[in-house]
């Protein structure tokens, strides 16, 4: 189909009458209409009017490998055509699957040996969450219930996820979430929370929240801790070197779960596959899902320590959790050749080494904007936090909307990147170019006076 076949006021109109669109100011939306995505190719995205975008976001920090690689097209094709579905209930299972928990494990530190399948990164989270309750009950410690999660985090949308988020506006999005039983202690978000100390200071400090947390409510009483390794819906909250070795030492001191949320870091984001890589560290459970496939199809993993799984099967009984498509084996099959290609082509290795630093070169090139109050990043994930006051830190208004004015000043000029907040988030595909990374920031730089001289 070529964009001649489109007309693009009447796929807004009909968008508009039947699809509800996920996080959507939906009146907004009818005003605006939305922009119709027509094909993609590496990292560009074209719309039905022909207009060209860089996708600054990897779609939603999945589309790590970009897209439009015939190789993940022929797996899916392939395997649908040889078994286009298969349940993993009743003692079935089949060779996508096997293979693919085999190589997670096989790219995962050694005690960690078992994976469970779900279709998002939401549900991988529910697993998680679900099996860390059903431990404690195995064990003998039923009283050790509460979850202890982090401010501004997101960890998905359906209910125990969205409490595990502390993103206040979605707790007003219905369903009662915090369910009982969630707490969020402060993240480490240094610009906000601790500017005025060294970093390294700020890491420690900010890991002993966790641990007032732990004797506030009692050792006994506390099931895990759940965060990512760096935080990215947040706005690219990136945690000084001395917070997860202080993290990990307190999870095992109260003997309390870690809980690692790599949806976003997972596969290549810190510039090492995995984020727990990157800061060292040894989670109990740790929840993979978009990078996985690279966006190409839905599939998350839940993946479980020795420790855990041996109670759960061991002591377990039949454990009544699982999904329809636990495991899909199109799925399972994508993800396997999105591993392949990332290894074969070393493409994280060349990210790290190729792109990183002139990523993050781009990133700290904003630290003497006028409009510009903190600049961050993490491997090809970085933030730019808009402020009114450089000196301060003052923020604008939050009904000033300033990063959607950016972000809207930016799409424009054809950079897809997102505000969370006043917080302009950017997550390249890792296939990005150092060129292209250039235009990223060039882009990046015009979007950003041009709100400076709108609000200035
Ligand atoms: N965890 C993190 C860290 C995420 O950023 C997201 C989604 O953005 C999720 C979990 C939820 O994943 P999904 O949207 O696939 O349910």
Not at 235 to 242: F, K, L, S, V, Y
Not at 394 to 417: I, M, N, Q, T
Request: charge should be negative; glycine fraction near 10%.
């Amino acid at each position: 189909m070529t964009d001649r076949d489109f007309d693009t006021q009447d796929w807004q109109v009909r968008d508009r009458a039947h699809y509800l669109h996920p996080f959507t100011d939906h009146a907004g939306l009818r005003q605006t209409g939305s922009r119709i995505a027509a094909h993609a190719e590496g990292i560009h995205v074209w719309d039905t009017d022909g207009n060209r975008m860089i996708d600054g976001l990897s779609g939603l920090g999945c589309v790590n490998l970009g897209y439009g690689r015939r190789e993940l097209v022929e797996a899916v094709a392939r395997e649908m055509a040889e078994l286009s579905y298969c349940p993993s209930f009743f003692r079935t299972s089949h060779r996508a699957a096997i293979t693919l928990a085999e190589t997670l494990t096989g790219l995962l530190p050694d005690h960690l040996n078992h994976v469970f399948f779900q279709s998002s990164g939401s549900e991988a989270n529910e697993t998680a969450m679900r099996l860390v309750r059903r431990f404690w009950d195995l064990e003998g410690r039923p009283e050790k219930r509460v979850i202890i999660a982090r401010e501004l985090a997101y960890h998905g949308s359906t209910h125990m996820a969205a409490s595990l988020s502390g993103i206040p506006p979605m707790y007003g999005a219905g369903g009662d979430v915090p369910l009982p039983g969630v707490v969020h202690i402060r993240t480490p978000y240094r610009y906000r929370h601790g500017r005025d100390m060294d970093p390294a200071e700020f890491g420690v400090v900010a890991a002993r929240w966790l641990e007032e947390k732990i004797l506030e409510i009692g050792p006994d009483r506390v099931a895990a801790f759940v965060a990512e390794p760096a935080q990215s819906a947040g706005g690219a909250i990136c945690p000084p070197e001395t917070y997860w070795p202080e993290i990990q030492r307190i999870c095992r001191k109260y003997d309390v779960l870690l809980v690692l949320d790599e949806v976003v870091m997972g596969f290549g984001r810190t510039g090492k596959w995995f984020g727990h890589r990157y800061y060292g560290i040894e989670p109990d459970l740790m929840q993979l899902g978009k990078g996985i496939t690279s966006g190409y199809l839905p599939l998350s993993a839940t993946v479980i320590s020795d420790r855990v799984a041996d109670v759960l099967i061991d002591k377990g009984g039949e454990w009544a959790h699982g999904y329809t498509y636990s495991g899909h084996p199109a799925c399972c099959a994508v993800a396997l050749e999105n591993i392949r290609i990332l290894t074969e082509e070393r493409i994280v290795e060349r990210a790290e080494a190729e792109l990183v630093p002139a990523f993050a070169a781009g990133i700290r090139s904003f630290v003497d904007h006028p409009l510009i109050g903190d600049c961050r990043s993490v491997g090809l994930m970085g933030g730019l936090e808009i402020v009114r006051d450089k000196a301060t830190g003052e923020a604008f208004p939050y009904e000033a909307h300033v990063g959607d004015h950016c972000s809207a000043e930016a799409l424009k000029r054809g950079l897809a990147l997102r505000a969370n907040g006043d917080t302009m988030s950017l997550m390249p595909p890792l296939v990005t170019t150092p060129d292209q990374i250039a235009e990223i920031f060039a882009i990046a730089r015009e979007a950003i006076d041009a709100t400076a001289r709108h609000f200035g």
